[in-house]
Protein backbone atom coordinates (compact mmCIF):
# COMPACT_ATOMS: atom_id res chain seq x y z
CA UNK A 1 0.00 0.00 0.00
CA UNK A 2 1.44 3.34 -0.68
CA UNK A 3 1.41 6.10 1.82
CA UNK A 4 2.80 9.67 1.78
CA UNK A 5 3.27 11.35 4.76
CA UNK A 6 3.67 15.00 5.13
CA UNK A 7 5.24 16.74 8.15
CA UNK A 8 7.03 19.83 9.25
CA UNK A 9 4.09 21.89 8.81
CA UNK A 10 3.17 24.50 12.06
CA UNK A 11 2.60 28.19 12.79
CA UNK A 12 5.58 30.43 12.17
CA UNK A 13 5.83 34.24 12.41
CA UNK A 14 6.21 36.43 8.69
CA UNK A 15 9.50 36.10 7.61
CA UNK A 16 10.43 32.68 9.18
CA UNK A 17 10.93 29.66 7.88
CA UNK A 18 9.69 26.01 7.55
CA UNK A 19 11.44 23.06 6.28
CA UNK A 20 8.39 20.53 5.27
CA UNK A 21 9.33 16.77 4.65
CA UNK A 22 7.24 13.50 2.50
CA UNK A 23 7.97 10.53 3.40
CA UNK A 24 6.94 7.69 0.54
CA UNK A 25 6.10 4.38 1.69
CA UNK A 26 5.09 1.25 -0.87
CA UNK A 27 6.23 3.12 -3.52
CA UNK A 28 10.12 4.17 -5.03
CA UNK A 29 10.19 7.85 -5.42
CA UNK A 30 13.22 8.09 -7.31
CA UNK A 31 10.55 6.40 -10.64
CA UNK A 32 8.25 9.74 -9.41
CA UNK A 33 7.82 13.46 -10.02
CA UNK A 34 7.16 14.76 -6.79
CA UNK A 35 5.41 18.21 -6.77
CA UNK A 36 4.21 20.63 -3.55
CA UNK A 37 0.89 21.83 -3.67
CA UNK A 38 -0.94 23.63 -1.19
CA UNK A 39 -4.73 24.91 -1.11
CA UNK A 40 -5.61 28.11 1.41
CA UNK A 41 -9.60 27.93 2.48
CA UNK A 42 -12.16 28.67 -0.60
CA UNK A 43 -9.15 29.14 -2.99
CA UNK A 44 -8.41 25.98 -5.26
CA UNK A 45 -5.18 24.00 -4.74
CA UNK A 46 -2.06 25.47 -6.76
CA UNK A 47 1.15 23.63 -7.93
CA UNK A 48 4.08 25.32 -5.43
CA UNK A 49 6.84 23.37 -6.47
CA UNK A 50 7.94 19.93 -8.19
CA UNK A 51 11.09 18.06 -8.27
CA UNK A 52 11.20 15.70 -12.00
CA UNK A 53 12.97 12.00 -11.41
CA UNK A 54 15.68 13.97 -13.26
CA UNK A 55 15.71 16.10 -10.20
CA UNK A 56 15.07 19.35 -12.62
CA UNK A 57 12.71 21.78 -10.45
CA UNK A 58 9.74 24.06 -11.32
CA UNK A 59 8.38 26.77 -8.88
CA UNK A 60 5.07 28.95 -8.62
CA UNK A 61 5.69 32.82 -9.26
CA UNK A 62 4.89 33.38 -6.14
CA UNK A 63 7.47 31.15 -4.72
CA UNK A 64 10.52 31.57 -6.94
CA UNK A 65 13.46 32.59 -4.07
CA UNK A 66 12.28 32.17 -1.23
CA UNK A 67 11.51 28.03 -1.55
CA UNK A 68 13.52 25.42 -2.29
CA UNK A 69 12.91 21.58 -3.47
CA UNK A 70 14.78 18.99 -3.04
CA UNK A 71 14.79 15.15 -2.97
CA UNK A 72 16.75 12.39 -1.42
CA UNK A 73 16.13 8.90 -2.93
CA UNK A 74 17.57 7.21 -0.52
CA UNK A 75 15.28 8.25 2.36
CA UNK A 76 12.75 7.91 0.18
CA UNK A 77 11.69 11.76 0.95
CA UNK A 78 11.25 14.92 -0.76
CA UNK A 79 12.08 18.36 1.32
CA UNK A 80 10.46 21.86 0.70
CA UNK A 81 12.57 24.71 2.51
CA UNK A 82 10.08 27.30 3.34
CA UNK A 83 12.07 30.83 3.71
CA UNK A 84 10.88 34.02 4.52
CA UNK A 85 7.57 32.76 4.76
CA UNK A 86 4.43 35.52 4.10
CA UNK A 87 0.85 34.78 5.38
CA UNK A 88 -0.03 34.36 1.91
CA UNK A 89 1.67 31.24 2.43
CA UNK A 90 -0.95 29.59 4.70
CA UNK A 91 -2.50 26.86 3.02
CA UNK A 92 -2.38 23.28 3.89
CA UNK A 93 0.48 22.00 1.77
CA UNK A 94 -0.05 18.36 -0.36
CA UNK A 95 3.01 16.06 -1.64
CA UNK A 96 1.56 14.54 -4.95
CA UNK A 97 3.80 11.82 -6.54
CA UNK A 98 3.26 11.57 -10.21
CA UNK A 99 4.92 8.46 -12.41
CA UNK A 100 4.45 9.96 -15.67
CA UNK A 101 5.30 6.61 -17.72
CA UNK A 102 2.77 4.07 -15.96
CA UNK A 103 0.21 6.89 -14.87
CA UNK A 104 0.22 6.25 -11.17
CA UNK A 105 -0.32 9.45 -9.24
CA UNK A 106 -0.32 9.68 -4.98
CA UNK A 107 -1.30 12.55 -2.70
CA UNK A 108 -0.84 13.02 0.73
CA UNK A 109 -3.44 13.95 3.63
CA UNK A 110 -1.79 17.09 3.63
CA UNK A 111 0.13 19.59 6.65
CA UNK A 112 -1.06 22.59 7.77
CA UNK A 113 1.33 25.95 7.77
CA UNK A 114 0.42 28.81 9.15
CA UNK A 115 2.02 32.08 8.59
CA UNK A 116 1.05 35.01 11.10
CA UNK A 117 1.88 38.60 10.27
Not at 40 to 64: C, W
Not at 90 to 110: E, Q
Request: charged share 15%.
Amino acid sequence: QVQLVESGGGLVQAGGSLRLACAGSGIIFSGYAVGWYRQAPGKQRELVAEITSFASTNYADSVKGRFTISRDNAKNTVYLQMNSLRPEDTAVYYCNADHRIYRLNYWGRGTQVTVSS
